[in-house]
């Protein structure tokens, strides 16, 4: 049974940072792409980041370029979202995701019917 378990949620001020993690169990994960995506009331779930099964190709949301990262650790089967100057717009519930692909170098997705396997989710809030 897949899970995807985040973790690292919370409430921060606006200008702060958080780091969400995402433990991976149940499937191998080297043969994934990684994503995160977030959402907010009463709007779609919409693409954040991805990260390539390597770890060496990312993909970025225009409204988080320059302030998250997204990294991988194939040894621990987790991936992480750095989040940075934090604004009240990022607020969401983010979610966590695992595409399956056929290659490394597969191109990285960003619409949600890609992904096969999505996590509880984690609500991060930011105050102003």
Same mark, same amino acid.
């Given at each position: 049974?897949?899970?995807?378990?985040?973790?690292? &949620?919370?409430?921060?001020?606006? &200008?702060?940072?958080?780091?969400?993690?995402?433990?991976?169990? &149940?499937?191998?994960?080297?043969?994934?792409?990684?994503?995160?995506?977030?959402?907010?009331?009463?709007?779609?779930?919409?693409?954040?980041a991805?990260?390539s099964?390597?770890?060496?190709?990312?993909?970025?949301? !225009?409204?988080?370029?320059?302030?998250?990262?997204?990294s991988? !650790?194939?040894?621990?089967?987790?991936?992480?979202?750095?989040?940075?100057?934090?604004?009240?717009? !990022?607020?969401?519930?983010?979610?966590?995701?695992?595409d399956?692909?056929?290659?490394?170098?597969?191109?990285?997705?960003?619409?949600?019917?890609?992904?096969d396997?999505w &996590?509880?989710?984690?609500?991060?809030?930011v105050?102003?």
């Amino acid at each position: 049974q897949v899970q995807l378990v985040e973790s690292g &949620g919370g409430l921060v001020q606006a &200008g702060g940072s958080l780091r969400l993690s995402c433990a991976a169990s &149940g499937l191998t994960f080297s043969s994934y792409a990684m994503g995160w995506f977030r959402q907010a009331p009463g709007k779609n779930r919409d693409f954040v980041a991805a990260i390539s099964v390597s770890g060496g190709s990312t993909y970025y949301a !225009d409204s988080v370029k320059g302030r998250f990262t997204i990294s991988r !650790d194939n040894a621990k089967n987790t991936v992480s979202l750095q989040m940075n100057s934090l604004e009240p717009e !990022d607020t969401a519930v983010y979610y966590c995701a695992a595409d399956r692909v056929p290659g490394p170098l597969y191109p990285l997705k960003s619409r949600r019917y890609e992904y096969d396997y999505w &996590g509880q989710g984690m609500q991060v809030t930011v105050s102003s």
